[in-house]
């Protein structure tokens, strides 16, 4: 959890520089890293050496640094400056029902698969 808090604090930073770049396309960084950070996800279980799962809550928190940091930017380029507050609640709001639901259903679902076996 520490190195997934660090590093995705660095990378806040580093994302932030590189989207106010010209040329660069926000949009396609945040899917970019939503796209790396669902595969290294998927990778966890099988990570069967610690230094493997060290490696992949890097690569998760250099992703969700990307994901957070890129949330305002593109809620105001996408919204203008008066939609952006509002775009950014509905987009929190939307996003807490599957934090909020997803991790005990993901844990009863694999009770369930367990109990089957």
Do not use: E, W, Y
């Not at 957070?68 to 987009?91: H, M, R, S």
Request: with cysteine; net charge positive.
């Amino acid at each position: 959890v520490m190195c997934l808090g660090g590093v995705s604090g660095f990378s806040r930073l580093v994302a932030g520089k590189i989207a106010d770049l010209p040329g660069v396309n926000r949009v396609r960084m945040q899917q970019f890293s939503l796209l790396v950070m669902g595969i290294a996800t998927t990778c966890i279980p099988f990570a069967n050496h610690f230094g493997v799962l060290v490696v992949l809550v890097i690569v998760m928190g250099i992703c969700d640094g990307c994901l957070i940091c890129l949330i305002g930017p593109i809620a105001f380029d996408l919204l203008g400056p008066k939609g952006a507050a509002q775009g950014i609640g509905c987009l929190l709001g939307l996003m807490s029902i599957p934090m909020t639901v997803g991790p005990p259903l993901a844990g009863g679902s694999l009770f369930f698969v367990k109990s089957i076996l």
